[in-house]
Structures are given as C-alpha cells and as structure tokens.
C-alpha cells in the first residue's frame, strides 16, 4: 500500500469483488447489487440509507427502515458476509432515562462507529418532530442507550469521528431546515462528554455542478497519511428535482476543518436502474465504509432511490491517487 491507514483493523470477511476487467471508475459497483431489496422484511416499504460495521465474527446494522405507514424507522441487523442480512422486524427501542428523548418521533440515516469501548449510533433524529442528530450507544445491536440530542434542530448527517481529536469527540454535521433543505455546508463540532458540543468550525460549502445545492457528510471518518479520508454526498437541483450523487474529500488530521483536497467529480452518481428509479428518483446515499487495514480495501454502503441497499468498492490507494489527481473543486462562489 502506498499510502498509510490508522486506527482501522484487519477484516479477513470484508465484502469484496475485483474492479471488473476494462473498468476504469475509481469506485465500482457490486455486480449483484442491490443486496438488501426495498421489502427484505415484512414490514418494509424500503431499506435504503444504512449503516454497518464488522461486529464479532460477521457484521452488524442500523437499517433505515420506512415501514408499510411509512414511518421511518431504525432496525439493527445482522450478517455473517456483510451482503445477506437479517433485519430485526421490530424497530429500535431506545433505553433512556429521560421523558424528553424517550418520545421517538421517526429515526432514519444512521451513522455506527466504534469509539475506545462501545459502538455510538447517530442519526437524523425527529425531536418534536423537527430534526437533529440524535446519539445512542451499544455494545451489542440489541440494547441501545439513548443519550441527548448533539444540536438543537435543525440539523442532519451528524457523523462521529472514530476517535478523540485534540482530546474531544468530534462530529460532522449540516445544519438544515425543516423540509428538504435547498441549502447546505458541513460543519466540524466537538464535546468534551457526548453531551455539550461546541467549537463549530466551518469545512466546506456547495461548488458547481454535481454539489452545487447541499452537500452531508456520508460514512464515518478514515484516518490516513494523507489526512481524514470523508465520502460525502452532495445534491444538484435539476429541472426534475434533486439529484444525491457522492465523493470523498482529504481534511486535516488534526484541525479537521481545514480541507487539504476536495475534487471537483463524483464517484458515484445515479446511474444505474435501482439508484434512478424508485421512492425517491436519483439518489444514491453513502452512510458506511469498512475498511480492511491489511489490504485498504474498502466496502462502502449506499442507500439507492430511497428504496434499497447497494454496495461499491475501491481502495485507500485508489481513491486517494483519485483526489490528489483531480483538478480540484473551484473555490465557493
Ligand atoms: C435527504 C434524507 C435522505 C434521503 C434524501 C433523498 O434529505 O432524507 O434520507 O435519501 O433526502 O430523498
């Protein structure tokens, strides 16, 4: 591997398929995509933007789940190839001791990370009804203890860093509206406990073209020699409406609200049938990467037309040549 990986661990099991002979994309699809069609369990409208993580021997979740009503919902999951899934068919119950986070409201986009002993879920999460990013943890995706809320609303794509920088808990967040905001910049923010967040710093805001509306943070963080690696969506409003596609950025290692590299392509936009047609046309939705640190490959999770799951590959030397080759994404306007 040219470039260095730290803090992530060898994932023998990593879901994985070579880049397909004469492919010439940087991140490419899984040939057996979806893997989790929109009706995997009984109560399923869709399963889309979810997250996982390698957990004991196999792999575990946090679904999005919008049921038959359509409420959306989070359901943990369990997997031994991290391609066939069991979705629990009944929704995530939070454990919290306090009335006011105990109403749950709808839940969707989780984030998992695993920080020094337990694994953190944060999610776009409905407090009255109007969304911020709620945060609970697990050690076992059977019991989760919700704590409080990191924002007030509104705000989404609340995304933990894996460990403590400059001796905080840091987060990613886009501070939003309460409809489907047509605006959108991610910012950095840290907390001493999980609880009070603050020292808000600015990371980057939309560009032209495919980023030019909103841009959220995607799966959690990957700390290399280059700097943090961040797969990011970001949202283009065509004439028929927004369109979700996503890349990756380098940010600093330490102060990670400064950008060391953004490129001006995507990776990956809608383009094939399940990720153009569906509940929500034209969505594609990254929320997880694992990444297996013997050989820098690289699962990540995508949610497809607000309808199913799919996955894409790519390596930590690919999509970091990938980012210091581009030309560069043009300075805000
Ligand atoms: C965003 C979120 C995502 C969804 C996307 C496209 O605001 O709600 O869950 O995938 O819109 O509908």
Redesign the pocket.
């Known amino acids: 591997m040219k470039y260095q990986i730290f803090g992530e661990k060898e994932v023998k099991n990593i879901p994985w398929q070579d880049r397909q002979a004469g492919c010439r994309d940087t991140v490419w699809r899984f040939e057996a995509n979806p893997i989790i069609e929109r009706n995997i369990i009984p109560c399923s409208n869709s399963v ?2 979810s997250a996982a993580v390698p957990f004991e021997d196999g792999f575990a979740g946090v679904f ?1 789940v919008d049921n038959l009503a359509r409420d959306m919902e989070l359901h943990a999951g369990f997997s031994k190839d991290g391609i066939h899934w069991d979705i629990c068919s009944d929704r995530i119950e939070f454990e919290t001791e306090d009335e006011e986070m105990a109403e749950f409201c709808y839940g ?2 989780p984030r998992v990370v695993f920080i020094e002993d337990r694994w953190y879920l944060t999610w ?1 999460n409905g407090y009255k009804f109007k969304p911020t990013i709620g945060i609970a943890w697990t050690k076992d995706f059977k019991t989760f203890h919700q704590t409080e809320n990191a924002f007030l609303p509104f705000n ?1 794509n609340g995304v933990l860093f894996p460990r403590k920088i400059n001796g905080n808990y840091a987060m990613l967040s886009r501070p939003s509206d309460s409809g ?2 047509p605006f959108g910049d991610i910012f950095y923010s840290e907390s001493p406990d999980m609880t009070f967040w603050g020292r808000h710093r600015h990371v980057m805001a939309p560009v032209r073209g495919w980023q030019s509306t909103k841009i959220g943070a995607g799966p959690v963080p990957v700390e290399t020699s280059e700097g943090w690696l961040v797969f990011y969506h970001g949202v283009l409003t065509s004439c028929n409406g ?1 369109v ?1 596609s996503f890349s990756a950025a380098l940010l600093d290692r330490d102060e990670p609200w400064k950008v060391i590299k953004r490129p001006r392509q995507y990776l990956i936009s809608p383009q094939k049938l399940y990720e153009c047609v569906g509940d ?1 046309p034209n ?1 594609t ?1 990254p929320c997880a990467n694992i990444v297996d640190a013997a050989t820098g490959r690289i699962a990540i999770y995508y ?1 497809c037309a ?1 309808t199913c799951t799919a996955l894409c590959f790519t390596t930590i030397d690919d999509v970091i040549d990938f980012i210091k080759s581009d030309p560069g994404a043009p300075a805000a306007e």
Do not use: S
């Open positions: 889309f933007n999005r969707y986009d776009c989404r489907h905001t927004f979700y929500v969505v939705f949610g607000d």
